[in-house]
């Protein structure tokens, strides 16, 4: 449990500038809410309905009612998932992969501990540090938006919301730590996710500007809960969560399998 505690000393400023980011994004977000609707939300409704369609998909406003809180929540719900996704890709490849890039491998693995269980700590720590983003986004968002629309109740919408970007973070955060515990060089675990997450955002704009694009779906977890699902039916897709749980699994399974035989960089 030594090394689980150091892991979470490692990190908290990260999470620190990262809790920054969040309350720039979700603050910013309700500000413009409130500036943009104080004389009424017709005319901002009038110009994204002329707005093209590539426009709105690359700003996660497709198939979104911006004149409501609701969906301008869902807007910026997209911005923390982008968010969120970097986040965990950094944490899940960097905090396996540390130890190699700076030459604390062998240091660590001398002691009487199994490699099996450095990986659970570290894996854990990270967990850690995953919910508490989350648990961050859930406090600012739930505060502004009771502040500037007092009237309106979204919080089960808030909270779906909130499990989808568990899910999609927990993706990516494992995938991360399951190519950084599985690559000779782990260093590329990063590099290789972040390249991953590109291609993942394009598709998911692809997917809106298309026609017949269904069959995408699967492969863009961007799109596993989309925003207009979540605010219609209040409810998540159970194919997609477990279609999520699968995707967590294989990146542990490359982790947990690879990493005790792979030889390390010291």
């Known amino acids: 449990m030594?090394?689980?505690?150091?892991e979470l000393k490692m990190y908290w400023k990260y999470l620190l500038f990262w809790s920054i980011g969040i309350l720039a994004m979700v603050g910013g977000g309700i500000g413009k809410f409130t500036g943009m609707y104080a004389t009424g939300g017709q005319d901002i409704t009038d110009l994204m309905d002329k707005l093209p369609k590539a426009f709105l998909a690359m700003f996660g406003m497709y198939n979104i009612d911006v004149a409501s809180i609701g969906g301008f929540?869902?807007?910026?719900?997209?911005y923390l998932m982008i968010m969120g996704a970097v986040y965990a890709i950094i944490l899940g490849a960097g905090i396996l992969a540390k130890e190699e890039r700076d030459k604390t491998a062998e240091f660590l693995m001398v002691k009487p501990i199994y490699r099996a269980?450095?990986?659970?700590?570290k894996l854990m720590a990270g967990l850690v540090y995953v919910l508490a983003f989350v648990a961050v986004d859930?406090?600012?968002?739930?505060v502004l938006v009771k502040k500037v629309a007092p009237t309106e109740d979204i919080t089960s919408e808030i909270m779906l919301?909130?499990?989808a970007l568990i899910l999609?973070?927990?993706?990516?955060y494992c995938l991360s730590f399951g190519l950084s515990g599985a690559l000779r060089d782990n260093r590329k675990s990063s590099m290789i996710m972040l390249s991953v997450m590109g291609f993942v955002y394009l598709g998911t704009v692809f997917m809106d500007m298309l026609e017949n694009s269904g069959w995408m779906r699967p492969f863009l977890p961007f799109k596993y809960f989309p925003s207009p699902?979540?605010?219609d039916k209040l409810t998540l897709d159970p194919l997609y969560i477990g279609l999520s749980l699968l995707l967590i699994l294989i990146g542990l399974g490359m982790a947990f399998i690879r990493f005790p035989r792979r030889d390390l960089h010291l």
Not at 2 to 6: I, Q, Y
Not at 168 to 172: A, G
């Open 2 to 6: 030594n090394l689980f505690f150091h």
């Open 168 to 172: 999609i973070m927990l993706i990516f």
């Open 73 to 78: 929540y869902a807007i910026i719900h997209f």
């Open 117 to 121: 269980s450095v990986l659970g700590q």
């Open 229 to 231: 699902d979540i605010l």
């Open 138 to 142: 859930a406090v600012i968002s739930l």
């Open 161 to 163: 919301f909130l499990i």
